[in-house]
């Protein structure tokens, strides 16, 4: 079983700044990539910004600049800074893990999400 728990979610003015964590734990052999994703009310959930276990990132056009996805492998953990926060940046903001949890099987886990939100 493996658990992904996000944290750092928040209420901020439009120009500032959160920083968010997710930390996976259980039967972990590795995990590949990580990312955030999040979702507003009405709207699908979109891809915020992903990360390998290597270090390449990948970010949405809407975030590029302004976001920073950041990992500690060792402790298997995925952070998100997010600086010069825009009211349309807020969402329920969801981490996913790409987990091993053994050599041969490979499961997607999604934490319950961190609520942002950037007020005008």
């Known amino acids: 079983q493996v658990q992904v728990v996000e944290s750092g979610g928040g209420l901020v003015q439009a120009g500032g700044s959160l920083r968010l964590s997710c930390a996976a734990s259980?039967?972990?052999?590795?995990?590949?990539?990580m990312g955030w994703y999040r979702q507003a009310p009405g709207k699908q959930r979109e891809l915020v910004a992903t990360?390998?276990?290597?270090?390449?990132?990948n970010y949405s056009d809407s975030v590029k600049g302004r976001f920073t996805i950041s990992r500690d492998n060792a402790k298997n953990t995925v952070y998100l800074q997010m600086n010069t926060l825009k009211p349309e940046d807020t969402a329920v903001y969801y981490c996913?893990?790409?987990?091993?949890?053994?050599?041969?099987?490979?499961?997607?886990?999604w934490g319950q999400g961190t609520q942002v939100t950037v007020s005008s």
């Open positions: 990360i390998t276990s290597g270090g390449s990132t």
């Open positions: 259980g039967t972990i052999f590795s995990i590949n990539a």
């Open positions: 996913n893990a790409q987990v091993l949890t053994t050599l041969f099987h490979k499961y997607a886990y």
